[in-house]
């Protein structure tokens, strides 16, 4: 009988996964993951999100040895030592052919080519998928070829090119024989300890599967009207499985196309708004592939990278540890500091905070927020960072800047949020909490670090200036 080798990375589930029902179509599977510890800290990833995918590799490894499958867990250094691990793993189980799901960011791709060179040199044969969008990067396009860099059209020739089966998730392979015995991997990666954000965030594609359905049956017909209050539990927080794998966006689009009435955009606005938002993260990996240097701290809208961005690091360092004296700004930093999530209203108003009143270079937001998030994608954060700056696909307009305390008036209205996360202010009335300093401030309470009014003119006379620079030039 043929033996497959299945290379799992960011696809940890057996349920919808493409690389691993092709290896089981008439072979015996092995499993392997590659930890890369080395790697993952020059990709800056979060201590929660590298804790999470240990564990979510033990649950992995639980079911496929339910499957009769064995996983091999194997360590290299960093990508360029992959090629080297994944052969010698292959060449031991007499592989006769590896297959994975494709990932779309730069350092991943070319992994994944070096990989795919050297088992073809060694007579192995490779097959890949695609996984980490429900259409493939390069699939959704104008239609003279070129990709889509505004959300609202490429959104509607996503739907338009949608069909049924693109969201029908796949089974999980046949059971092959005997149970193996799992692996595990290491309780400790440096100085990470795996268990660290257990109890916050559950591991492995039954936790995701079971927040998913929970979503489904009790939140997502009044998503849109609340998604954007972070007191209220309006989301939802699926994006640390969709981040890792443990859940796959077909998945999702399924389980909201049947909650629908059969349609991806039915009589369901809550349901709609969330497709629509799945969609977005579609159009950010897209945008990825299309543009590789925007995984290399390049502006899409490149005239934006002559703007002089700052890099204050007292007021950086201020902004990260949620001392601004903007009680919003800190409630999110906060959250984001101690969950290793942060809610999505309250990420567009942390990342326009440092990029447009302190006028911070957004990349050293972007690159914070990754060493922080469980759910840090580079695709997603990247957007979202250069949405926020004005210096993306589909940016915001320069010249609107969201005021955090307009924005905390109106999403956080009861102040229990900013209460939540901000103790200093627990014990002020609704009334004083969002400006503290305007009535005598609070004890252990920064004053604000800008005044709002000022910066705010202060980044349009930038913005300004350099539009004009640009158009002499």
């Avoid at 079971?210 to 209220?232: E, G, N, V």
């Avoid at 290399?296 to 007292?314: C, I, N, R, V, Y």
Wanted: aromatic letters at 10%; proline letters at 7%.
């Amino acid at each position: 009988m043929r033996r497959h080798l299945v290379w799992f990375r960011n696809d940890l589930r057996t349920t919808d996964h493409p690389a691993l029902h092709g290896a089981a179509q008439g072979a015996h599977v092995t499993a392997v993951y590659l930890l890369t510890p080395v790697q993952w800290q020059q990709h800056g990833l979060s201590d929660f999100k590298i804790a999470l995918i240990l564990r979510s590799v033990d649950r992995l490894s639980e079911q496929l040895s339910q499957l009769g499958i064995s996983l091999q867990i194997c360590t290299a250094k960093d990508f360029v030592q992959a090629p080297e691990a994944i052969l010698k793993c292959a060449q031991s189980l007499g592989a006769d052919a590896l297959f994975f799901n494709e990932e779309v960011a730069i350092n991943e791709s070319r992994r994944d080519q070096a990989v795919a060179q050297v088992m073809q040199h060694a007579g192995i044969r490779v097959e890949t998928f695609s996984s980490q969008t429900s259409m493939p990067p390069g699939s959704v396009v104008k239609p003279d070829g070129s990709p889509y860099s505004v959300f609202t059209p490429f959104k509607k020739r996503w739907l338009a090119d949608y069909r049924p089966d693109h969201i029908d998730p796949l089974p999980a392979p046949k059971p092959q024989g005997p149970q193996p015995s799992p692996s595990a991997t290491p309780q400790r990666v440096g100085d990470m300890d795996k268990s660290i954000g257990e109890q916050l965030w559950k591991a492995g594609q039954t936790a995701a599967m079971t927040l998913l359905k929970s979503f489904i049956k009790t939140r997502i017909q009044s998503y849109q009207a609340s998604r954007d209050f972070p007191a209220q539990r309006g989301t939802s927080v699926l994006s640390p499985h969709l981040a890792i794998g443990t859940i796959s966006p077909r998945q999702c689009l399924h389980a909201a196309h049947a909650a629908n009435g059969r349609r991806l955009v039915g009589a369901s606005e809550g349901i709609n708004t969330w497709v629509s938002e799945l969609i977005w993260r579609e159009f950010y990996s897209h945008i990825l592939a299309a543009y590789p240097k925007l995984a290399m701290g390049h502006a899409f809208k490149t005239e934006t990278d002559s703007l002089p961005w700052g890099t204050d690091q007292e007021a950086l360092e201020r902004w990260q540890r949620g001392e601004t004296g903007l009680p919003l700004v800190d409630a999110g930093m906060r959250q984001l500091n101690t969950t290793g999530w942060m809610h999505n209203r309250l990420r567009m108003v942390t990342a326009t905070f440092l990029a447009k009143q302190l006028f911070l270079d957004w990349r050293l937001g972007e690159a914070y927020f990754m060493r922080q998030l469980v759910d840090g994608e580079l695709a997603a954060n990247n957007g979202g960072w250069q949405w926020s700056a004005s210096t993306g696909t589909d940016a915001v307009p320069y010249f609107r800047i969201f005021n955090p305390v307009r924005q905390a008036e109106r999403f956080d209205p009861s102040g229990d949020f900013v209460r939540s996360m901000v103790p200093e202010l627990a014990d002020l009335p609704t009334r004083h909490i969002f400006e503290p300093w305007r009535h005598g401030g609070a004890a252990g309470y920064p004053s604000p670090m800008v005044d709002l009014s000022e910066a705010r003119q202060k980044t349009l006379a930038i913005w300004k200036q350099g539009r004009l620079l640009a158009e002499d030039g």
